[in-house]
């Protein structure tokens, strides 16, 4: 204990001392009192489990390319990117010195090494491109990004230790979301986004304020997403594990009282998707939906049951926003001629980009130019904006590279599909595994209408959802005892992982 302390007060005395040297006095002092606070609470900081809430927190609530730790660096040192490092380095040194903090399967490294071989190999077929034309450095950026990104999915697989900590992530994601989408609603009456307020009560500073897109007749939200198609696809991954809660939720315990909190949840995320004015979240929707008529046609019919009252209501007291999201659709002409606005440098024009889009890809069309040679922002922007994943991947990477996207996409919600569907698999489980492929889906439907990987938060949580699938596919327990021809409700045993999952699976 005593050289605990000892060390502790050596720690402090170290980090005054560089504050009062080479820090400014306001900033030494947050960084002193930071410092402090993390000492004082260390034992709950620094358990695996507030790591993982804490990087679900900056995730879900701290706006991407908005705010950066206040020091003064070279670059702007943006907080999720902090953490993850932060997580990154605790969990290789738990995994070199902690016996009991062993690797767990990931289940899908296949599909992520296929995608990270099409995009060297993109890379090594343009070497000669890239260098004369000074692309180097942002191929280097973009690799290293990317594993910077993809480390999330691994971080959390390694966090999700127990069913207790993969159902904690699971209503934080869904709660989080509820309270994000209000505050989407809050932004749309008010025009106020308080997430941009964060700095006034965090260490933050903002580096990038909000811009502004306008459409039926008012700006839409923001809230903690960086486009209004990201917020609604954020909003959108998270209703099927609202509706897996509604039934295998922990609290509240009645089931009745259960389904009424976790329907007031799907209400208000669905008003905050709304308030995004995207017709991309409508595309997302509608995909969720065939995929569960197609394999689960009961959930799909009370699902639809409830949604139609809910539109109506939606129609009648939101008539202009709920308009453009679905009347658009209704008006094939006007959606084509909207596809034809704004082509090239502002995006938006999606028909409008194809042909030219379509020229390049002709000139590369195996490998493309090389993953990260398309520079969309700065003063080296040599590319347009296209707001579709895929023909971006087809112009970076070409045909090799979109077959990789396909392997690295389909993969993970394919075997979860295939989980969901065995006979072994308990039922609680098996909704999840589905519930986790529809949440892929619907991100999979969005790639074709805004650039998903540039858009973090929905990224991240695309990790999250793989993360859980593989904690199902590894760990969750299975129906034992299983006689030939009988039905996953029909088995009478479990083999558990843990006693708490055998709990689980047979409340």
């Known amino acids: 204990m005593r050289t605990r302390a000892i060390v502790a007060s050596a720690l402090l005395a170290a980090v005054a001392l560089a504050s009062a040297l080479w820090v400014p006095p306001l900033i030494g002092g947050g960084i002193l009192i930071g410092v402090s606070v993390i000492y004082l609470a260390r034992r709950v900081l620094f358990a695996w489990t507030s790591a993982l809430i804490i990087l679900a927190s900056v995730v879900m609530f701290v706006p991407v390319r908005r705010y950066a730790i206040p020091i003064p660096l070279p670059f702007q040192l943006e907080p999720y990117r902090v953490v993850i490092v932060l997580l990154v380095l605790a969990m290789v040194v738990a995994l070199l010195i902690d016996p009991h903090f062993t690797w767990k399967p990931v289940r899908f490294g296949f599909s992520i090494g296929a995608f990270f071989f099409a995009m060297m ?33 691994f971080v959390v ?49 903002l580096i990038s304020d909000q811009t502004q897109s306008f459409r039926a007749g008012g700006d839409r939200s923001y809230a903690s997403a960086q486009h209004p198609i990201a917020l609604s696809v954020m909003l959108c991954m998270a209703l099927p594990f609202a509706v897996w809660l509604s039934k295998y939720g922990a609290k509240p315990v009645n089931r009745i009282s259960r389904t009424i909190v976790y329907g007031c949840l799907i209400a208000v995320t669905l008003l905050g998707m709304t308030t995004a004015v995207s017709r991309t979240a409508v595309i997302v929707i509608a995909v969720m939906i065939l995929l569960t008529l197609a394999l689960r046609p009961r959930v799909a019919a009370i699902l639809l049951g409830a949604a139609i009252p809910a539109l109506l209501i939606g129609a009648v007291a939101l008539p202009k926003l709920i308009g453009t999201m679905i009347g658009s659709f209704l008006d094939p002409a006007q959606l084509l001629a909207s596809q034809y606005t704004s082509a090239g440098w502002g995006g938006a024009g999606r028909l409008a980009d194809l042909g030219p889009a379509m020229a390049k890809v002709a000139q590369n069309p195996f490998f493309g130019t090389g993953f990260g040679s398309r ?24 045909a090799v590279g979109v077959l990789g996207l396909a392997i690295f996409m389909l993969v993970p919600p394919l075997r979860l599909i295939a989980f969901s569907l065995r006979p072994d698999t308990p039922p609680r489980y098996a909704h999840l595994a589905f519930t986790c492929a529809v949440s892929c889906a619907g991100y999979i439907a969005a790639l074709f209408f805004y650039d ?17 699938g593989a904690w199902l596919l590894s760990e969750s327990p299975r129906l034992s005892g299983l006689p030939a021809g009988r039905t996953r409700g029909t088995a009478l045993e479990l083999t558990p992982v843990s006693d708490r999952d055998l709990e689980e699976a047979t409340a």
């Open 375 to 398: 520079v969309l922002v700065g003063a080296n922007a040599n590319a347009f904006i296209l707001d579709d994943q895929v023909l971006g991947t087809l112009l970076e990477a070409g």
């Open 157 to 205: 697989r390694q966090l999700l230790r127990d069913e207790r900590r993969v159902l904690l992530l699971i209503q934080f994601f869904v709660w989080s979301a509820a309270v994000v989408a209000l505050f989407a609603v809050v932004e749309k009456v008010t025009n106020v986004n308080v997430f941009l307020d964060l700095g006034k009560v965090l260490p933050l500073k």
């Open 452 to 468: 998903a990987f540039g858009f973090l938060q929905t990224f991240f949580i695309l990790c999250w959802v793989w993360a859980i």
């Open 121 to 153: 190999l993109s890379v090594a077929t343009n070497v000669a491109y890239i260098s004369q034309n000074g692309l180097g450095g942002a191929v280097l950026g973009q690799f290293i990004n990317f594993g910077l990104l993809i480390s999330v999915f």
